[in-house]
């Protein structure tokens, strides 16, 4: 029986790439993940074209189907949303924030949990554990996919989140760092973090 994919979403962070960088040689997940957020991020109107192949793709697999949460319409709003959407500035890589999302996968891939809480550690805890103090924080996670972009199209798409929560962080021009980790989950196979944050100040 086929799990499907869970999303949750509360911090934020952004990367550099774009089509260019998703193009390039050998990169880790967490830097095509990444770059692949850089470009939906400034390139909305260009993204549309990709995201609909990246959603064919998934239709034919059935990975972002899911009669049951009555959001069929998803993907279609999400393409009217980028045909609107002003571009947004690059996201930077941020070393505090991925140690924080770093820390998020290694413990949900040991125990199995999903959400953005862990063993009475909440998201805020997180990151001032890793000394992160920014205006604006926010976290993305997906479930259940393991390409950066299955793992960033699913976010825009956003199917049967109230809210679009993970499409408004990714499209927050206010972002300007983000630290992303990716790992292996009991459940879900895979999990990757994504969190967002304005200008980092220091403690």
Excluded at 10 to 19: P, T
Excluded at 26 to 49: C, D, K, M
Excluded at 77 to 85: C, K, N, P, S, T
């Amino acid at each position: 029986m086929r799990l499907e994919p869970i999303l949750a979403a509360v911090a934020s962070l952004v990367l550099q790439g774009g089509a260019s960088v998703a193009a390039s040689a050998p990169q880790s997940r967490e830097a095509a993940v990444l770059a692949e957020l850089n470009f939906a991020r400034t390139q909305p109107q260009a993204y549309i074209r990709h995201l609909r192949e990246v959603a064919a793709e998934a239709e034919r697999s059935g990975r972002y189907s899911n009669p049951a949460d009555g959001d069929d319409g998803a993907l279609e709003e999400a393409i009217h949303f980028l045909e609107r959407q002003a571009p947004a500035p690059p996201l930077a890589p941020e070393g505090r924030l991925q140690e924080s999302a770093r820390d998020h996968v290694l413990a949900q891939g040991q125990t199995g949990d999903v959400g953005h809480g862990e063993a009475g550690l909440g998201f805020s805890d997180r990151l001032k554990r890793r000394g992160v103090f920014a205006g604006i924080t926010a976290e993305d996670i997906a479930y259940g996919y393991d390409r950066p972009r299955d793992i960033v199209a699913q976010l825009v798409i956003d199917r049967g989140v109230r809210g679009r929560g993970h499409r408004v962080n990714i499209f927050e021009p206010a972002f300007r760092v983000a630290g992303v980790a990716c790992g292996p989950h009991p459940s879900y196979g895979e999990l990757c973090v994504i969190d967002f944050a304005t200008a980092l100040m220091r403690p």
